[in-house]
């Protein structure tokens, strides 16, 4: 498990996994791990991601511009966001317990 602290000191929990025999990377949120391509998708209205969301190497590689990306994907979709304006609760599909 990969653990990144920004300098706000938020921390991301960040992990990798494979579902259906495809490599993903996930976070932890709300007890459980949140498909972080899965949520992508929902949140955006896409079927193609980014592909640092299959490949942690990748995410690494990347840097601040990948994890921005994953903030607000956490951020928009906390499950204890009280669904407001743009927020998004995350199904069952999207976090595994």
Known sequence: MLIIAARLRR?????????????R???MVSGGVLDLSLAYMQLNGVDAVPDFLYSMRRLIELGEPALA???ELIDRGRS???GGAGSHNWSQGEVYR
Do not use: Q
């Open 11 to 23: 921390v991301m929990k960040l992990l990798s996994f494979v579902k259906d025999n495809v490599p």
């Open 69 to 71: 990306i994953l903030r």
């Open 25 to 27: 990377v996930g976070a």
């Open 80 to 82: 204890d966001s009280g």
